[in-house]
């Protein structure tokens, strides 16, 4: 493996009950906030305590315990809690922790997915040992889509005949190691009747594609998440572009961040095009010009 497609990922680990760490990608964080005067917002979710200013706008802030099952922090721990500022899905959230611990960095291949028998409503995406201690990565987009559950709503898009049967004579693979970014990608797909496969990994969606380029069935359009444990989208992009035996899929990396570097980044490895996660109208659009280029 090249170099160039390894990033090194810093995340931010931080407390919310107990001794137990946990962990998110620096990226998706725009500023850490000691906590400040929130003022109330009527008929939210439990786990919604308020909004806090943050440059002349006002920020919902999430107490990040209780929206994932643990007790909500006190009126007494919340004065010596913190609120991590994140950009995510093209909104800024606040998330109020107990403690904001340290950065590490770190490479994805060293995340490994967790275990299977936490079952579908886990808010973790993947666990990190470091030295000794097992970091939990949290699902952010799992965690909102229960907070907000509107945010799951399926945009209705409008293709022409044409455009359609071209999308339903592809072979298209969607990776995404978040189910709630799964389900987005999914219910597009199937809102038009379009067919695909889907993993939630790197190293299974790389199986995947050379399995069906063996068999005679290649992928044409790949769509990837950019951040997952394991082969991150980066790498899983090279070890695509870098397998000269391998029939080209036009790859759409894809990314919760309105990070420029992200979406840089994923062109240099090779990315076709690289989006910020989630429009359904864009991201058939770009499958459409995926389409146009395969021909």
Do not use: C
Request: no cysteine; glycine share 6%; charged share 20%.
């Amino acid at each position: 493996m090249s170099n160039k497609a390894k990033q090194p990922q810093k995340l931010l680990l931080f407390s919310l009950f107990g001794p137990r760490l946990f962990g998110i990608g620096t990226l998706k964080i725009r500023e850490i906030l000691t906590f400040q005067r929130l003022t109330k917002l009527p008929h939210s979710h439990h786990a919604v305590i308020g909004t806090a200013s943050f440059r002349g706008s006002a920020l919902p802030v999430i107490d990040m315990a209780a929206a994932i099952g643990y007790p909500a922090l006190s009126k007494e721990e919340q004065n010596q809690a913190s609120i991590i500022v994140t950009d995510i899905q093209r909104q800024e959230i606040g998330f109020l922790v107990r403690g904001v611990q340290k950065i590490i960095e770190t490479n994805w291949r060293n995340v490994i997915p967790p275990p299977k028998a936490l079952g579908t409503n886990a808010f973790i995406t993947g666990l990190l040992d470091e030295s000794g201690d097992i970091i939990q990565l949290l699902d952010v987009e799992l965690l909102l889509s229960k907070v907000y559950p509107e945010s799951l709503d399926t945009q209705e898009v409008l293709l022409s005949d044409v455009q359609s049967e071209t999308l339903k004579s592809l072979n298209i693979l969607l990776v995404d190691d978040s189910q709630v970014a799964r389900k987005q990608l999914s219910d597009v797909l199937d809102s038009k009747n379009i067919t695909y496969h889907v993993t939630s990994n790197g190293n299974d969606a790389l199986n995947v594609l050379l399995d069906l380029h063996s068999q005679g069935n290649p992928v044409d359009i790949l769509v990837s998440d950019i951040e997952m444990p394991g082969l991150d989208g980066y790498e899983l992009t090279f070890d695509v572009r870098d397998n000269s035996t391998l029939k080209q899929p036009y790859i759409i990396l894809h990314t919760s961040l309105n990070s420029e570097m992200s979406l840089s980044y994923a062109n240099q490895v090779g990315a076709d095009e690289a989006l910020t996660k989630f429009d359904a109208a864009e991201l058939l659009q770009a499958m459409l010009r995926g389409a146009a280029k395969s021909t």
